[in-house]
């Protein structure tokens, strides 16, 4: 059976309660929430009433802020409440933080003193910190408690708790000192300490590191969840990997976007307001038309070695073009190596000598293939102009393969980001030599007098 | 303590193994591996002589492949069983698949006969599937069993498990039926029917699936864990998240590098060979060359343009620039949304209208920032050409960020990769588009007789 919005409408307005509540213990509740929330705001309120409050409060996390806000405002308090109750804390976090003031004031009212408490410690942290995405639904176990005491412990913990793959161990100052493994204290003696079982060489992140850091960590040592804790050591939360993978993905855009000169923006595309798109791509779009001046003048101050030769004019876009692509290529591959930690300033020399040789051989290839073409499409000209143009290119595709390599390194040293640094500024540079190495190399080579 | 290779060299150069033992018991293994690694070969045997079992794959699984390869040339085939023994499936399949044919024989050879079994398994699987990076290291429970045999079974394989939160229930034909978190059956009545507790609404993906789709599987479905079955429905392994992570920053990193006209290259940067690297970008810079000579066909026929008002051609470089930037602004957000999944062709007319809002609003912007920067900094023309050359701008924005958001959606119709579509034919076309809407422009405007 497959299940559609229309068969969805047909149950919920002839009322039967009993299928439906079977259908959203049988079939995928991501699927399900993604098909609900075509639903009318009416039949959306009736479903609610009528599902167990577990179901509704995952459905709820699964939901866009749009439908979330609408329906906590048409919720009565005790309806918040259970949703509440039924949510993982850094799914509360994260749409309250999205709503507008008169709402989250609403589900502050609602929430119980203990969740308030919850809520309020989330929402304290700035956005993009480890305490702003991190869950405090974890299972706790205290040092010296026995493997009895822990089972115990993780069997009433447990069924609130994100993961019980691994517990926490804290001291008597509710510090982290250690974490157990499920599996390894599962099938031991009862009264066994768990200190015993217990790792100590676990890696762990505090409340106020960037969200960035926590990924990073994650990934290299290959954790699916890392405990979080605050400057007095004391264990207050955890994060999971799903969470980081949200996380990464945001990064990886705005990484993107800078190396295309866009500065990051708040909304993904289509939701974006017109305002908001131009704010981001306007301030590097003026920046780079205002730099581009620099080749204009160095055009300008060659108007009669163009006047002298006037086709040397048409092969102006080729040479910066190829010597843009050149430098983009080396650098882009730079900045991501470098955010893949991969490369850093140590390896300044090796860079130098990679670029020198990939930037010699392309030279070559391109060298050849450029008098090929100059000679047989128009517009037509002589060997030596030929040989000339194809000799630029060869010197500003080096130029611009060393120079865009370097740029993201000089970048890192300057504690400046590389993407954002790299990317535009290395257009309207590259422009600007591969002029001055075309024109230098024609006066020269060519005999213009200037 | 802080430990650096300086303490580990003399530490065994004293062959103070107890001390050594206690290090890799008490202090974190992901560390230590990176450190190890810059020991001598001959201390590095040592230390693998020394060590359990269970810390040697470890550490074995944290190597580059380059020390993996040495290790197995040197090992014995009894320590190249215990490697094996020690290591997950997907660890091993990863590490074989990186070596030289006779190293991978060696280690076929000293495997058992079940280890081989399994390693020919997975190496059986073409690259980049899911079949190619799953593990075969699972609980697999029976459906009909009682929860009493279900924890039996949990303990006995759970040992050499990747996880133990959920396993995954089986038919008498080894079909994958379901799934059974642990903390949902660890605390009910022993001779319950694990059925009970079972969640059938379970995403599997296939063996041949790629790994990319397995990827946005698991993000999409929040899952830490995935199940793999073949075309039978057989269950015959699982892929956990850590993994997935690393496949998600290869496609990253594919994905950018065809953004800036870089072909797929097989090593990282620092590794790579330069003719490795001279094939990842010659391709493109030389159809971008060529293609190149559009934009000179188009300049060579406005020669007398040119000859009439010579100032004109200083303009060239920041018309085109920035009618590219522009373009590459709206292609490289309509690409990254379309990776996401958050843009689709039925969004086009969403898209148009959003481009051209933003064109307009950016548009006022440059004009007036541009005819300022004309009048004011040299070199000096008339209002007339300020105006002309200010007007172009706005039209050829206009154009590029309609063509560059548009291409990559063209791409995805096409059933072509949008990034290496969009991204490199983009700079051609919108070069050549600019330079006809300037002459035309100026043309027209300035009254120029051609």
Known sequence: MEITVELLQEMISNKQIKRLREIFDDFNIVDLAELVQELSLQDLLFLFKILRNEITGILFSYFDSEHQETLIESFASHEIQDILDNLFSDDIAEFIEEMPANLVKKVLISATAEQRKE????????????????????????KGDTIAQAIKKIKSQGKIAETINDCYVV??????????????????????????????????????DDQELVAQ??????????PVINEAQRFIGIITVDDIMDVLEEEVTEDIHKMAAIRPIEDSYLQASVMGMVKSRVFWLLILMISSTLAEHILAGYEEALATIPALAAFIPMIMGTAGNAGSQSSVMVIREISLKEISIK?????????????????????????????????????????????????????????????????????????????P??????????????????????GIAI
């Open 119 to 142: 809520i309020n410690l989330l929402l304290s942290y700035p956005e993009n910190t480890a305490g702003s995405i991190m869950s405090t639904d974890f299972v706790e176990l205290k």
């Open 171 to 208: 001291d008597g100052e509710r510090r982290l000192v250690g974490l157990v493994a499920l599996k390894s204290i599962l099938f031991q003696e009862a009264d066994d300490l768990i200190d015993e079982y217990m790792e100590m060489d676990f890696v762990a992140v505090k409340t106020h």
């Open 217 to 226: 960590q994650m990934q290299h040592y290959d954790l699916l969840v890392i």
């Open 347 to 423: 390896d300044i020399w090796k860079v130098i000598k990679i670029e020198t040789h990939t930037s010699l051989l392309l030279g070559i290839v391109l060298f050849g293939v450029s008098i090929l073409r100059i000679m047989i499409l128009p517009p037509s000209v002589g060997l030596d102009i030929a040989l000339v143009v194809s000799l630029s290119l060869i010197v500003s595709v080096l130029f611009s393969n060393v120079f865009g390599a370097l740029l993201p390194l000089l970048a890192v040293v300057l504690k400046q980001d590389p993407a954002a640094m790299a990317g």
């Open 425 to 446: 500024l290395l257009t309207s540079l590259v422009d600007a030599f591969a002029l001055i190495i075309y024109f230098t190399l024609c006066i020269g080579l060519l």
